[in-house]
């Protein structure tokens, strides 16, 4: 089981950056992929990143590759996600979750806001 709590989210202006954080807790976070979905209102979550167990290899939706760059720490149990050149198609709720290898996302967060405005 593994519990999984997001925060950094908040308002910020077109063109800039927030760091989002998710901590975990349980077992064997170092043996699971990481990954951070958004939902923006009205439509389907939607992936956006992740990354494997050390960290050494990373993934990307289109549509933030090269402004966005996720990471982990497993002495903290804890993956980010860097998200730079912010624009107002970014305002979404923005979840980590966590599946084993080879596996689906099992474990989810309740997620955090991000609002851009223009």
């Known amino acids: 089981q593994v519990q999984l709590v997001e925060s950094g989210g908040g308002l910020v202006q077109a063109g800039g950056s927030l760091r989002l954080s998710c901590a975990a807790s349980g077992r064997s976070f170092s043996g699971y992929v990481m990954g951070w979905f958004r939902q923006h209102p009205g439509k389907e979550r939607e992936f956006v990143a992740e990354?494997?167990?050390?960290?050494?290899?990373?993934a990307y939706a289109g549509s933030v590759k090269g402004r966005f760059t996720i990471s982990r720490d497993n002495a903290k149990n804890t993956v980010y996600l860097q998200m730079n050149s912010l624009n107002p198609e970014d305002t979404a709720i923005y979840c980590c979750?966590?599946?084993?290898?080879?596996?689906?996302?099992?474990?989810w967060g309740q997620g955090t806001q991000v609002t851009v405005s223009s």
């Open positions: 990354v494997n167990w050390s960290g050494g290899s990373t």
């Open positions: 979750a966590a599946r084993a290898s080879g596996g689906n996302y099992r474990y």
